[in-house]
């Protein structure tokens, strides 16, 4: 969910070669246990070079768990420790069940991979009208929309609800080709969702989902809220990283608003299911629950995301010079996910972390499958290790971009009304010498902070106050987006612009 796709592809995968499924090296359980002294040193020097609290692990080999273990401690400080039934968030992860339960209402008859969505959800409207009427159910979760990445999930965050993300579509940018750029994005996975509600004549896609894969599969752990984690006696806390790993709460803000796309929270026991079931095409303990054919859409690549991986639908598709890997990963504002196996080679694994995903659990998820499969070794936590390095540089260098500066005598004319069409009004106070933006519709304050040679510019940070305290611990004090004021002809101000690619949202002021 958050900008952690593309961690793996860094991690030092060897390049790609053809091969068929009878070269592929087939693991065995003694082969795998073989590896464990090393891989848990692997796992103690991934802990050191993030500053991750905790990790657990399972693998996954011929239908059994054959590996559970935790590392660390739930909460950064504090003695509990992490254990295989220790819940987490499992992020984006998610993506990859909202894809089957589609496969599953297709076995029913009941929805077509190649319907149009806007049959299904006629308030589903995006910029190109083309490229309205042409998306499919099974674009939904491919990843190739073309629009802008991540665009509008900020919205959670200040309180907008799921039918306001669906409408936000609307201003989203076209940026790529529809069906040849990856473009990573999580509201389409909601209109996915409340499609697998609606045919399956169910309240929610969480209940559709519980009905026709939860319960079969025996998670029973597996969760979908805020609440629920809380009230989950072994439960990690999620991290973020400043100097140290710092706590973050749970809100129902993020990822829980984003339902099919990053919601649940789950453990390596009920993981480890979720793996045999996919391992098994579809059959879990004699009994089959999806169907090969429609499975196997859910594996098969859709858009490249490099020259040996692609986007698949809810899962990523990489080749390797000895087998092919079907994963995806997970990042939330305190959590690190990854789940993946190898379709030949009947093993796969799960590693979940209470840290923000800076790469790790991609890096030993790697690291696991090169020497499963006999691929050529590399470091792949001090890879990822190294990119995260770089990463948080950038941004580094990027906030110093922005220098604050004294509010200008111009700002007294920027106070009054605006209004969008997606988020509704919006009111700029000036209190106190400071600059406040509130939206009306969900109450969320934004503070703005001038721009130093720039008088027309602004930052902006979530206020910690009323329903958005804990968003605003979530995100770290870290801007939401930046803004500027725009005049019209005759000098006076007519608009406010968000400038953010991801929040491309305009506000015209209202008559004064």
């Not at 894809?99 to 029913?108: F, G, P, R, V, W």
């Not at 802008?148 to 989203?172: C, E, F, H, W």
């Not at 010498?433 to 969320?444: F, I, S």
């Not at 305290?469 to 406010?496: C, N």
Request: glycine content about 8%.
């Amino acid at each position: 969910m958050k900008r952690i796709i593309g961690a793996a592809l860094l991690c030092g995968l060897a390049a790609m070669s053809d091969m068929t499924r009878a070269e592929a090296q087939q693991p065995s359980q003694a082969s795998i246990e073989a590896l464990l002294p090393e891989f848990e040193k692997q796992v103690a020097e991934g802990i050191k070079a993030f500053s991750a609290p905790g990790v657990a692990v399972g693998i996954v080999h011929d239908d059994k768990l054959i590996y559970a273990k935790g590392f660390g401690v739930r909460e950064f400080g504090k003695p509990e420790q992490v254990t295989p039934e220790t819940i987490f968030q499992v992020g984006s992860t998610t993506k990859a069940f909202l894809a089957t339960t589609l496969a599953q209402a297709i076995d029913a008859g009941r929805l077509g991979w190649s319907d149009p969505v806007i049959d299904h959800i006629p308030e589903f409207q995006l910029a190109d009208p083309w490229v309205t009427r042409d998306f499919r159910v099974l674009d939904l979760a491919a990843q190739r929309s073309g629009l802008t990445p991540y665009v509008n999930d900020a919205l959670t965050m200040l309180g907008y609800d799921k039918q306001t993300l669906i409408r936000s579509l609307r201003v989203a940018p076209q940026l790529g080709m529809f069906r040849s750029d990856f473009r990573y994005l999580n509201i389409p996975h909601v209109v996915g969702g409340e499609i697998v509600a609606k045919v399956n004549g169910m309240p929610s896609w969480f209940d559709s989902l519980k009905t026709s894969l939860l319960t079969p599969l025996g998670m029973n752990a597996t969760t979908a809220t805020a609440e629920a984690i809380t009230a989950a006696p072994n439960h990690a806390l999620g991290h973020r990283l400043a100097d140290k790993p710092v706590a973050v709460p749970f809100h129902p803000s993020f990822p829980y608003a984003l339902g099919p796309a990053g919601a649940l929270n789950s453990n390596i026991p009920d993981m480890a299911r979720w793996l045999r079931l996919q391992l098994g095409r579809g059959q879990f303990e004699g009994k089959v629950l999806v169907s090969e054919e429609n499975l196997d859409v859910t594996w098969t690549p859709r858009v490249a995301m490099n020259e040996r991986t692609s986007y698949a639908v809810g899962w990523v598709a990489t080749a390797t010079p000895r087998g092919r890997i079907i994963w995806h990963n997970g990042g939330t504002s305190g959590f690190g996910a990854h789940a993946g196996f190898l379709p030949d080679g009947r093993t796969g694994i799960v590693i979940l972390t209470n840290l923000e995903n800076l790469g790790l659990p991609d890096a030993l998820a790697m690291w696991f499958y090169d020497r499963v499969l006999g691929n050529p070794a590399v470091d792949n936590v001090a890879l990822a290790a190294a990119a995260m390095k770089t990463r948080r540089e950038a941004a580094q260098a990027e906030a110093a971009g922005f220098v604050p500066g004294p509010l200008s005598s111009l700002a007294a004319g920027f106070v009054g009304s605006y209004a969008s069409p997606v988020l509704g009004d919006a009111t700029v106070a000036l209190t106190d010498g400071k600059l406040t933006l509130t939206l009306e519709r969900t109450e969320a304050q934004l503070l703005l902070a001038p721009n130093k040679d720039d008088p027309y510019l602004f930052q902006a940070r979530l206020a910690p106050v009323g329903a958005f305290v804990a968003p605003a611990a979530m995100s770290g004090d870290e801007p939401f987006v930046r803004l500027r004021f725009e005049t019209d002809a005759a000098g006076k101000i007519s608009q406010m612009r968000w400038l953010s690619p991801e929040l491309p949202h305009n506000f015209a002021r209202s008559a004064q």
